[in-house]
């Protein structure tokens, strides 16, 4: 795999100019997603994304991977499909192996509220366009027969919804694959270049101020992870975000037979399986706001024991590696991208526990805005001024891990 990566990647760096038409504050999926789809779609290639350590450094590096659409709100449901789908030419559009694998997701319950739930999901799923349909606790065991369907004795699944086309991909090769595609059509990647602040003309947002010195730009869009009401108050924008770390661990190797994406609302845990053939598991976010980057014991007991109660296979493997990513939770758990209210400031943010899923359509929508000045429909719902309107999209349960 390294020799494939040395072989197959080019990425060309280049020295910072003064002025962009376009700066991305970010080199995660989504700014780089950005940068890509502006050359690529709208053919604006004087663009820089600036990012303060090297690309996929922040959250993009340090997520689980889940890509699906299995979403709790029309509007929601509609984006991440599209996402989904963009997902699924994306190896050849950007010429670059992605590690790209349908696995289908399990939504089990364990109690008759639950199974409420996952009904209503289904048919909201179907009627938006994507597949969701429900499983007999046999028809779940089929499709991962090393589920113990009575929960350790404690959980019983009763049934479960299940959407057939959630899928993996390898995280930092989406991330080198955009960030190659960007490059070759002319954007400026610049690493190691940290934004101290933006650069002001009265009210509008002119450029931003790095490390290396100014940069002027067209427009500023900042697509940060963990610290973007800091540069959010630049600009004098306030976001309705609160950021929490997210962990998750890996096993040592288990046979390559762990098919589908096992996820759980009521005991909030996930599993599935690395294409090196480890157990990931992860669970909800940590309560308590904080840009900790620290992994915690008493997380790693906790979805343990969670995911040996549905697995029992899991106990005779040991933990390998625990990490830790910040998450940026918007008030509504629904993502926030557009304009701010001020002029060549743009956002994209909010994303939570699913901003990879979302790297494409992201990125595609978000440079639609830049290209255009309009707001694309499936973008529309997620506007910032959506909270001083009193149109939240309020989608708390859907990430399965909260």
């Given amino acids: 795999m390294n020799e494939f990566v040395e072989r197959r990647l080019t990425l060309r760096w280049q020295q910072a100019k003064r002025a962009y038409d376009v700066v991305i504050v970010g080199g995660g999926g989504h700014g780089l997603a950005t940068a890509y789809y502006l050359a690529a779609r ?47 030419t994306l190896e050849d559009e950007l010429d670059c192996w992605m590690m790209y694998t349908t696995k289908g997701i399990i939504w089990l319950a364990h109690t008759e509220t639950a199974m409420r739930a996952e009904r209503a999901r289904s048919l ?63 954007v400026h990647v610049l690493q190691h270049t940290r934004v101290t602040g933006l650069l002001r003309d009265g009210a509008r947002v002119t450029g931003v101020e790095t490390s290396a010195g100014p940069i ?24 309705p975000i609160r950021t929490h770390p997210l962990q998750a661990f890996v096993t040592n190797d288990y046979e390559q037979a762990f098919q589908p994406i096992l996820s759980d609302t009521e005991l909030l845990c996930y599993v599935s399986q690395t294409e090196r ?44 590696r625990q990490w830790t990513g910040i998450c940026d939770i918007s008030a509504d758990f629904s993502p926030i991208l557009g304009e701010t209210g001020v002029e060549g400031f743009l956002v994209t943010t909010g994303w939570g526990t699913w901003g990879f ?42 990430t399965g891990t909260h």
Avoid at 144 to 166: E, I, K
Avoid at 300 to 305: G, R
Wanted: hydrophobic residues 45%.
């Fill in 124 to 186: 909201l799923n179907l009627a938006c366009g994507a597949e969701t349909v429900m499983l007999t606790p046999q028809e779940v065991k089929a499709l991962c027969p090393q589920l113990d369907l009575s929960g350790g004795g404690r959980y019983p699944v009763l049934g479960a919804s299940y959407h057939p086309a959630a899928a993996t991909a390898r995280h930092d090769r989406v991330v080198w694959a955009y960030a190659q595609g960007a490059m070759r059509l002319g």
């Fill in 216 to 239: 002027s730009a067209g427009q500023v869009l900042s697509a940060v992870g963990g610290n973007v009401s800091t540069l959010a108050a630049y600009a004098d924008v306030r976001l």
């Fill in 42 to 88: 709208h053919g604006i290639t004087n663009v820089a994304v600036v990012e303060a350590g090297y690309i996929g450094a922040g959250n993009s590096g340090r997520n689980t991977t889940i890509i699906r659409a299995n979403y709790g709100i029309p509007e929601a449901v509609r984006f991440y499909q599209h996402s989904l789908e963009l997902y699924q």
């Fill in 357 to 398: 899923k979302a790297i494409p359509a992201g990125g595609e929508l978000m440079a639609e805005l830049i290209a255009s000045g309009r707001t694309p429909p499936l973008l529309e719902p997620f506007r910032l001024d959506r909270f001083a309107s009193d149109q939240t999209m309020a989608d708390p349960g859907s």
């Fill in 277 to 320: 053939g480890q157990m990931l598991i992860g669970a909800e976010f940590d309560a308590q706001p904080s840009y900790s980057l620290k992994s915690s014991f008493s997380f790693l007991q906790s979805s343990a024991a969670k995911a040996m109660h549905l697995l029992p296979f899991l106990r005779n493997l040991r933990v390998l």
